[in-house]
């Protein structure tokens, strides 16, 4: 059996045989149920069958099939000359896993890039304030210190990622097995984004309801969303929120 699903069409999109894989694709009847005749009904590949009889020239094309997940192809429509009828060969390559690492790699770009902003506004202004107001508050430093080096340590993994775009499609369905401590998570967050709502002109109270909050995940990604969430009500509030 043609691994590839593939049909054999009639010039008018009239199926005259295809192979399961085909039938999956355009929910065609099965055959061996007596169903009758079946057409193809997606106007896309119509549209190049009558391209191809016209013109007597192989056409290629892609489509997305919805479904659960979504399903992309390459189309390969060649005419046939079979005795004195001529026919359309459809062969289908799939394209989704190319498709969807492609996808991927554009979300974690566009991710990674913004990521990558905040602890950098979050650096500038720990700088700017231990020159500034707090010149001679050494024991502010040490505070600030550690805060700049575990953003500094972000964005080192961060930069990792990016030069290893693989490592999110090998770890897109793996469970965490990390235990974390979520209120100490949200509490270094909070602490992170200081510079950034201070220069917004937004206050932050930090309410800790508990004083651990053990967890099972990804210390990175549940840093990524605290800190989305906080950067989103800092940029959404307004001034003097």
């Given amino acids: 059996a043609y691994p590839e699903p593939a049909l054999l069409t009639g010039l008018d999109g009239r199926v005259l045989a295809h192979n399961r894989y085909a039938r999956d694709v355009f929910k065609l009847p099965n055959p061996a149920l007596g169903l009758g005749s079946a057409i193809i009904r997606r106007a896309d590949v119509l549209k190049s069958l009558k391209q191809v009889a016209e013109t007597d020239q192989p056409r290629e094309i892609e ?12 189309v390969h429509l060649s005419p046939l000359m079979l005795g ?13 896993e190319l498709r969807r690492a492609e996808k991927a790699r554009a ?7 913004h990521e ?22 050494h024991e502010a430093w040490d505070r ?14 961060l930069i990792q990622d990016l030069l290893s775009l693989s490592r ?12 974390i401590d979520l209120s100490s998570v949200a509490r270094e967050t909070v602490e992170a984004m200081t ?14 309801s508990c004083e651990k909050a053990p967890v099972i995940g990804s210390r990175d990604e ?5 800190q989305n969430l906080l950067d989103n009500a800092v940029k959404y509030s307004g001034q003097g929120g």
């Fill in 63 to 74: 489509i997305e099939v919805s479904g659960t997940p979504d399903q992309f192809f390459k």
């Fill in 107 to 113: 979300d974690f770009l566009a991710n990674a890039s």
């Fill in 222 to 226: 549940l840093v990524q969303v605290m």
């Fill in 195 to 208: 510079p950034v709502s201070k220069e917004a002109g937004i206050a932050v109270e930090f309410i800790m």
């Fill in 84 to 96: 004195k009828q001529k026919r359309v060969l459809i062969v289908l390559i799939e394209l989704t």
């Fill in 116 to 137: 990558l902003r905040t602890p950098l506004t979050s650096l500038s202004g720990f700088i700017e304030t231990m020159r500034g107001p707090a010149k001679d508050d």
């Fill in 144 to 157: 600030f210190l550690e805060i700049m080096q575990n953003q500094t340590e972000r964005m080192r993994r």
């Fill in 168 to 179: 999110i499609e090998l770890h897109e369905h793996v469970r965490p097995d990390e235990k």
